[in-house]
């Protein structure tokens, strides 16, 4: 009998896009406009995600496409028609150029004040490829973690991925040592969350030594350790079939074996993602070595705007022994205005959508906004005093004060941001204001 031939990770960039685009017949003109948008934001996917998630016969209104592949509304239509005349003309990378730094320009690249705000110093000195913003968790951004399996279309972090130094967040190795003393001194942060890009793109060898400093003596306060990844949908193979995968699960039952509690934090945006049996066989291995498996995704208009489709992806999680999380609002950068929903609607789908599960399942929350004093959550549409009002509060803040402290803003169906939002009542307004407790990090976290 012949053994089976394990699968071989195989990645398509934008280069590949005419001849993918040619399995669903698309003319001329959309494939020129889908490379105009990948001239702006990133596009990478994989031989998996290709022939295992997207439905080839029905791209149209197929959610994993849209995950996926660039559609032409997600540039002004102004943007649209300065790239597509760009491309048509053959123009050369001095006239592009120009054209695409404007674009992105307009993106914000970096929101909620992550590279202004979060990066922490160490002696005066900047610690690269970290971010502090909440006392008790530190961001960490492997250097060879910053890439992906496959992009997803609506990435708050697709500045990383767009070849521009200036714009991307990565560990440096000279920062080690200034990275350890800082968290000796910082005895309160008890979460590493690693995080890019996916560090599980990485080679074990590599997330071994990414993994170590935050495991050696000294570190005991360092309780808990979170890998963000999309790997379990995207490449699900990274746990079961890759020649170092048996590696990867050495290093996770040594991390659980070391008093650490590890989460696989899987960026889970539709249910399709959970069903390929691949998916079964990588969560069965990763829970084998006590690692815990925590699903999130933001809310994003035609992908998963539907209470059904939360529905279904809490309850597959669940039956695979994950834990339901997040349920993110999409940021305010990149495309957003092609993704970016309501926030009414977004508590509407989101309480629909828990009320139809089991209480096993009520464990995501939601909707969440990742802005820049912190993680603001919808509880819900109320009357205050006779005023209809949106009830909020913080679920982790840079100030940790305000957290849980509910307050009210003003109904506004059309509100898709915190920002967007005015206090019901001048006793609400200091919890809607991004600016306060923003404490710089040079006041919070420099060394003596």
Not at 60 to 66: A, G, K, L, T, Y
Not at 111 to 133: C, E, F, I, Y
Not at 335 to 352: D, G, H, K, T
Not at 410 to 435: C, I, M, N
Request: proline share 7%.
């Amino acid at each position: 009998m012949n053994a089976v031939t394990p699968p071989r990770f195989r990645a398509y960039s934008a280069r590949d896009l005419d001849a993918l685009l040619d399995r669903c017949g698309a003319d001329a003109e959309t494939k020129l406009q889908i490379r105009a948008v990948a001239a702006i934001l990133p596009f990478r996917t994989n031989q998996y995600v290709v022939d295992e998630l997207i439905d080839w016969d029905h791209v149209h209104d197929d959610p994993v496409f849209r995950l996926v592949f660039p559609q032409p509304d997600m540039l002004a239509a102004d943007e649209l028609k300065t790239m597509t005349d760009l491309l048509r003309e053959e123009a050369g990378p001095a006239r592009l150029a120009p054209a695409v730094r404007e674009i992105r320009a307009g993106m914000n690249a970096h929101p909620a004040g992550q590279t202004d705000q979060n990066v922490p110093l160490w002696q005066g000195q900047r610690l690269s490829g970290v971010q502090h913003k909440y006392r008790e968790t530190l961001l960490y951004f492997p250097r060879q973690g910053q890439t992906c399996h496959a992009y997803c279309t609506y990435c708050f972090r697709w500045a990383q991925f767009v070849g521009v130094p200036e714009l991307k967040m990565a560990a440096e190795k000279d920062d080690a040592d200034a990275l350890a003393a800082y968290l000796r001194h910082h005895t309160d942060i008890t979460d590493i969350l690693l995080t890019g890009g996916d560090p599980l793109i990485m080679r074990t060898d590599n997330l071994r030594r990414a993994l170590e400093p935050f495991l050696a003596p000294g570190m005991e306060h360092i309780r808990n350790i979170r890998i963000g990844t999309k790997a379990l949908t995207y490449w699900p193979y990274r746990f079961t079939d890759d020649e170092d995968a048996d590696d990867l699960m050495r290093l996770f039952e040594e991390v659980r074996d070391g008093g650490r509690h590890l989460a696989v934090m899987a960026h889970v945006t539709h249910p399709r993602e959970l069903h390929p049996e691949p998916v079964g066989r990588a969560i069965e291995r990763i829970r084998s070595t006590g690692a815990v498996i925590r699903t999130q995704a933001p809310l994003i208009r035609s992908i998963n705007d539907d209470a059904g489709v939360w529905r279904e992806m809490w309850t597959r999680a669940v039956a695979l022994d994950a834990v339901p999380y997040y349920m993110f609002v999409e940021r305010d950068t990149g495309p957003r205005q092609y993704f970016e929903v309501p926030l009414v609607r977004a508590w509407q789908i989101y309480r629909e959508a828990l009320s139809s599960v089991t209480g096993l399942a009520r464990t995501v929350r939601g909707p969440s906004m990742s802005a820049t004093r912190g993680k603001v959550v919808v509880d819900g549409v109320t009357e205050v005093a006779g005023q209809s009002a949106l009830a909020l509060r913080y679920l982790q803040a840079r100030d940790p004060e305000v957290v849980g402290r509910p307050f009210f803003a003003r109904f506004d169906p059309r509100a898709t941001w915190v920002t967007d939002l005015r206090p019901l009542s001048p006793s609400d307004a200091p919890f809607l204001d991004q600016t306060a407790g923003a404490r710089p990090a040079d006041r919070i976290t420099d060394g003596p």
